[in-house]
């Protein structure tokens, strides 16, 4: 069964930095894409980046390039992503997800909210 | 970026009533376009990929169609578990970007 579980979500203050991690199980990670979608409160969904099998390719959306940086470490089966000088616009439940064919996501993990506030 | 719209915002159906909802590029796509199913509290689920590829798993009574700029969503009898968010997406160009959203109630 495919399992993707992120961590290391919590309250943050402005201007502070913080790194979730999304284990994966029950397929062969290194075999995929990887990708971080998020979602604000109440609103949508934006995708945030995604990472080739050996981290030889990352893609973000612009708006997000300075601040967040992805990663994976594929002995671990572990998927990363590196968040800085947070501000309130960032709060929301940021999900991992594989990435399948061209740019589609078939599982999704559970979930990790962050809120930055003071 | 690719802008895309979807409508409407919310709509109720009825048991067994027939369900549309569109998805409209801001440029031709050509057909990567994926459609995801979000229930309260949960995480999105993949329903449709390349515009009208069933997912494993996904009930018959979904399907996708449309071309070019144009898209759409259709379930063919609405069931209670149907209820939730509904998502398109564009793959066609990064960044990736997603519709605002269709959800969908049983009235």
């Known amino acids: 069964e495919v399992k993707l579980v992120e961590s290391g979500g919590g309250l943050v203050q402005p201007g502070r930095s913080l790194k979730l991690s999304c284990a994966a199980s029950?397929?062969?990670?290194?075999?995929?894409?990887m990708g971080w979608v998020r979602q604000a409160p109440g609103k949508g969904l934006e995708w945030i980046g995604e990472?080739?099998?050996?981290?030889?390719?990352?893609n973000y959306t612009p708006s997000l390039k300075d601040k967040f940086t992805i990663s994976r470490d594929n002995a671990q089966n572990t998927l990363y992503l590196q968040m800085s000088k947070l501000g309130s616009e960032d709060t929301a439940i940021y999900y991992c997800?594989?990435?399948?064919?061209?740019?589609?996501?078939?599982?999704w993990g559970q979930g990790v909210m962050v809120t930055v506030s003071s | 970026d690719i802008q895309m719209t979807q409508s409407p915002a919310s709509l109720s159906a009825s048991l067994g009533e027939t369900v549309t909802i569109e998805c409209l590029a801001s440029?031709?796509?050509?057909?990567?376009l994926a459609w995801y199913q979000q229930k309260p509290g949960k995480s999105p689920q993949l329903l449709i990929y390349?515009?009208?590829s069933l997912n494993d798993g996904v009930p018959s009574r979904f399907s996708g169609s449309g071309s070019g700029t144009q898209y759409s969503l259709k379930i063919s009898s609405m069931q209670p578990e149907d209820e939730g968010d509904y998502f398109c997406?564009?793959?066609?160009?990064?960044?990736?970007?997603f519709g605002g959203g269709t959800k969908l109630e049983l009235k």
């Open positions: 997800a594989r990435v399948v064919l061209h740019g589609y996501f078939d599982y």
């Open positions: 029950g397929f062969s990670f290194n075999d995929y894409w």
């Open positions: 990472i080739n099998q050996d981290s030889s390719t990352i």
């Open positions: 440029e031709d796509i050509y057909s990567n």
């Open positions: 390349y515009a009208n």
């Open positions: 997406q564009q793959s066609y160009k990064f960044p990736w970007t």
